[in-house]
């Protein structure tokens, strides 16, 4: 019982890691392509594509707002913390690497020809970013809320 319930937590986390970094790849190959139409990428779909380069700025929430959605995912759904802070403490670690990412990716776009660095782009990217961690604690608070239910059941 409790190597089934350690296996579906390890391949839960090694699941979430992997699209994490695939997030992350996805970013920064979308932040410094050349030109920022990402329907002109050919592999997206249309309806993703003109969505994307009809709202600017804000398609920045998006990839942001899931990275940071799985972070948290994984920081609160770690066991092996025992204390709140060491959660916290990872929470702050993760969102400060994307927020990170974020701001390299933008100043990076100084040396593209055809894009810029973009405050709107940070600003939105940064909101994205507390939006998921925002969703992450919902789903940590949610989480110990029906594990007490069930141990007062």
């Not at 695939?22 to 050919?42: A, D, K, N």
């Not at 709202?55 to 204390?83: C, H, M």
């Not at 600003?123 to 239910?149: A, C, H, N, P, T």
């Amino acid at each position: 019982m409790i190597s089934s319930v350690l296996r579906k937590t390890v391949f839960f986390k090694a699941i979430a890691l992997l699209v994490l970094s695939w997030l992350v790849i996805c970013i920064v190959y979308f932040s410094l392509r050349s030109s920022p139409h990402l329907l002109e990428t050919g592999w997206m779909p249309d309806w993703l594509g003109k969505w994307a380069d009809r709202n600017g700025e804000l398609r920045t929430v998006v990839p942001y707002i899931f990275a940071s959605i799985i972070w948290s995912t994984i920081v609160i759904s770690n066991k092996g913390d025992q204390t709140n802070g060491a959660s916290l403490s990872r929470l702050i670690l993760g969102c400060s690497i994307l927020f990170g990412l974020l701001v390299v990716t933008e100043l990076w776009q100084l040396f593209l020809p055809l894009r810029s660095t973009s405050w709107g782009d940070i600003g939105w990217g940064s909101v994205g970013i507390l939006l998921g961690l925002g969703f992450g604690l919902l789903f940590g608070l949610l989480k110990q809320f029906w594990s007490q239910r069930k141990v007062s059941s």
